[in-house]
């Protein structure tokens, strides 16, 4: 490197001194110039070599503190880091003593007291924790609530024999394992007599879109034929009004066989059974007393006692209170029913006729015979 300017001016002065300095008689000078420029060009590469080799150290030294620096306390109030500042190296050249050959000393290179004395450990960043995996649990459909049915059965009531104008009872039994109607189901039937019925009405109730709980009953079914002979009573059940996915309905056939008339429940005289019509509004003729005069009436018949039935015509019913009288087969006479407070109607009867209309008497008189 061949050095210019201010430098090189004083550089080539100390030179020519030195050679001066060293004129001798016989003295080679041209070597003696040689020698010292030569010394001179080592002694500044050396010089550069360590200011380089310190500018290196002071720099790595800076960068190792700012990246391997984990205490907290090299962190400012303001949340920076301090700035490590290298004194800047010096360039100018200064005139060394020279050593007892004439060769100025090259001074030794420094190495900077923030150097680390060993080799930074690496800097672990804590890492936040995986996060868990999430388990979704498998999407199950419930299998659809289904109507479990419901069960009906019907028997005849009693050992006894069934003939026309008693009481023949039947009792139907239910059970519903869902059963969604709170007052039960409602049983009707249909008793298969040409001449008399019972009309039930259904009662209105809420339709049943859900299961219930459990239930089961008994309901027993009165009725009074008119006709003897064969008869199928067809009883329908049903639930919620017949209405909603869990309403039900059942209907089956129960075969019975009437036998014909007599005139009390225990046996007794053959009897027909005649329908008798009250002229009087708003009575209930199955709680009055029944009686039978005969000839001149001075002999009565007392005729068996019935239950209250709502039993009706079944074709073009009449507009009067009913009820089925068993009369001797072939009696004829005065017919007397007496409401309980004393009040009677009455009226004549042949010895074959089956419908008859009852009436109070005329104003003054009696329900007697003959009156």
């Known amino acids: 490197m061949v050095m210019t300017g201010p430098s090189a001016t004083r550089a080539a002065t100390v030179q020519d001194r030195i050679v001066d300095s060293l004129r001798e008689p016989g003295l080679d ?23 380089i080799v310190a500018v290196v150290l002071a720099l790595l030294g800076g960068v190792f503190a700012m990246v391997g620096d984990d205490d907290p306390d090299s962190v400012r109030a303001d949340g920076s880091h301090p700035t490590s500042t290298l004194p800047p190296a010096s360039t100018s050249s200064t005139a060394l003593p020279l050593d007892g050959a004439g ?43 289904t109507n479990q049915p419901m069960t009906v059965s019907a028997s005849v009531v009693g050992a006894y024999a069934l003939t026309a104008g008693r ?3 039947i009792r139907v039994t239910w059970s519903d394992p869902d059963n969604g109607d709170p007052e039960g189901a409602h049983i009707s039937a249909d008793w298969g007599d040409p001449k008399v019925r019972i009309n039930y ?41 017949g209405t909603g996915t869990f309403a039900e309905t059942k209907e089956f056939d129960l075969p019975i066989t009437v ?23 708003g009575v209930d003729p199955d709680v009055a007393g029944a009686r ?41 006479g005065w017919l007397r029913l007496e409401f309980p407070g004393g009040s009677s109607v009455c009226g004549p ?14 104003p003054g008189g009696t329900c007697l015979p003959g009156s």
């Open 349 to 362: 009867i042949d010895d074959s006729q089956t419908e008859v209309t009852l009436r109070g008497p005329p």
């Open 167 to 169: 009481n023949v009872t």
């Open 201 to 241: 009405v259904s009662p209105s109730r809420a339709a049943c879109n859900g299961p219930g709980p459990a239930a089961s009953a008994s309901a027993d079914l009165k009725f009074r034929y008119v006709t003897p002979g064969p008869h199928t009573v067809h009883i329908t059940a049903t639930t919620c009004g």
């Open 29 to 51: 000078t041209a070597k003696v110039r040689v020698t010292v420029e030569a010394a001179g060009r080592r002694r500044r590469r050396m010089a550069r070599g360590g200011l």
């Open 292 to 332: 039978l005069y005969v000839n001149d009436g001075s002999t009565f018949t007392n005729l068996a006692s019935r239950s209250s039935l709502p039993i009706t015509e079944w074709v073009s019913p009449r507009p009067l209170p009913m009820t089925l009288l068993r009369v001797p087969a072939s009696a004829g």
């Open 103 to 145: 060769i100025p000393p090259v001074p030794a290179a420094s190495v900077p007291d923030s150097v680390p004395a060993g080799p930074v450990p690496p800097t672990t960043v804590p890492r936040s924790p995986a996060p868990a995996p999430t388990t979704t649990a498998p999407t199950t459909t419930a299998p659809p609530v």
């Open 259 to 281: 036998g014909d008339a007599t005139t009390s429940d225990s046996g007794g005289q053959p009897a027909r059974v005649v329908r008798a019509y009250v002229d009087r509004p």
